[in-house]
């Protein structure tokens, strides 16, 4: 019995000394990779954030950048330019080889603006005041280095202008908002074979698409679920009330109306 509890109890020390060398392995062995761990990251280098100036085009002082490219090589906006028509903004598109290019107008334009570009930098939307059938308004454009330009129309409304405001990776898909002679906004999805599709009615506006163009972000308004009178308080009108108005001629130029 005496040799048998002291042999138990050998083993027992045996196996607590072999568990204590077998946590002591355990806390060296986290304790090593911690330290390569810290090891690998004081070794990878840290690149110090820095603000770089992209510019002006000609004669120029204010420029403004409004979208890059998936990879940042490309950088896009609008900058003032004096040219024959004075002081103008025009839209251009960055490169660290070319610098800043002036992006042009559409026809009989002289003022305009880059708002977006798609994944390889080759394909920029924007908007551009022209000449048409409806006066000097703004129209959405877009823009490749092999056609120059283009400019997108409206929605088939009492048009007053159009904004391309993002555009999908591959550049086929252009979102934005189409204006009506009553200043309301309605957003739109275009594509070459479709041209330009309302998204949402009036009071909508698209701001940007995903990759393949198939999702469509922006906001739009919001129905009221029955009509609610607004009241105002008694006595003069503040200077800061609002006036809601409608878009009576948009909606009676819509087809089916």
Known sequence: ??????????INNNRSRAARERGFMARCAVLLAVLGAVATVLSTPVHAQSFSGLGFLTGGNASYAMGV??????????????????????????????????LGFLTGGNASYAMGVNADGTVVVGNSNAINAAGNILEAFRWTRAGGMVGLGFLPVVLSGSDALGVNA?????????????????????????GMVSLGGPGSQAFAVN????VVVGIGSIPRPSPTPLRRPAGPRPAAWLTLASCPAEMSARPGA
């Open 211 to 214: 990759a393949d163009g198939t």
């Open 1 to 10: 019995m005496y040799y048998h509890k002291i042999f138990m109890n050998n």
């Open 69 to 102: 490219n998936a990879d940042g090589t490309v950088v896009v906006g609008n900058s003032n330019a004096i040219n024959a028509a004075g002081n103008i903004l025009e839209a251009f598109r960055w490169t660290q080889a070319g610098g800043m290019a002036g």
């Open 170 to 194: 591959d550049g086929t898909v252009v979102v934005g908002l189409s204006r009506t002679s009553c200043a309301c906004e309605e957003a739109f999805r275009w594509t070459q074979a479709g």
